[in-house]
T-cell receptor, first 111, second 113 residues
């Protein structure tokens, strides 16, 4: 069956450290993968998109990798800050118009 | 710039009552439109998407329906709500071929009692 898995447990890290979140998928062949941030009671906000032919993408303190052989994406936040605390969702682009979301990982950055 | 609106923000409805949630997008034309539901502590479940007026694709069989009467208007409806319809409903839009990011609305918190 098709599955997308993100770290189900909340991730607590110390301010200034690098947070690494994982997104694993099975039985999909996504053309691209996206990461979103969601704060409580709000809609998700787009962060980064990476295509299947790209290995890595960066934006300021954010970095995403995409390994289509391992069927895994890693999302890194360097020099993390308490304001980075949120739930982070990965989403696979499957087909031309469809997106399949993971359940998200809740990140808490401790001051 | 583009904006997306959803209303109402919160809704409490009894089981068996009808539902109508509305989503409108401003500042873009011919967007792809999406309805998602997020149950408490769960991920986003794609319910419907639309690539044009009157074109609706359903992802999950259920007692919900969607319509797109105008280019930038997307409506989610139900004739009779179930308890399991409770959740956070999110509308989103995207440009073009689907390889672009999605922009989400503020959401509607629906509680069916």
């Amino acid at each position: 069956s098709q599955k997308i898995e993100q770290n189900s447990e909340a991730l607590n890290i110390q301010e200034g450290k690098t947070a690494t979140l994982t997104c694993n998928y099975t039985n999909y062949s996504p053309a691209y993968l996206q990461w979103y941030r969601q704060d409580p009671g709000r809609g998700p906000v787009f962060l980064l998109l990476i295509r299947e032919n790209e290995k890595e993408k960066r934006k300021e303190r954010l970095k995403v990798t995409f390994d289509t052989t391992l069927k895994q994406s890693l999302f890194h936040i360097t020099a993390s800050q308490p304001a980075d605390s949120a739930t982070y969702l990965c989403a696979l682009g499957v087909g031309t118009y469809k997106y399949i979301f993971g359940t998200g990982t809740r990140l808490k950055v401790l001051a | 710039s583009q904006t997306i609106h959803q209303w109402p923000a919160t809704l409490v409805q009894p089981v068996g009552s009808p539902l109508s949630l509305e989503c409108t997008v401003e500042g873009t034309s011919n967007p792809n439109l999406y309805w998602y539901r997020q149950a408490a502590g769960r991920g986003l479940q794609l319910l419907f998407y639309s690539v044009g007026i009157g074109q609706i694709s359903s992802e999950v069989p259920q007692n919900l329906s969607a319509s797109r009467p105008q280019d930038r208007q997307f409506i989610l409806s139900s004739k009779k709500l179930l308890l399991s319809d409770s959740g956070f409903y999110l509308c989103a839009w995207a440009k073009g071929q689907g390889s672009y990011e999605q922009y989400f609305g503020p959401g509607t918190r629906l509680t069916v009692t």
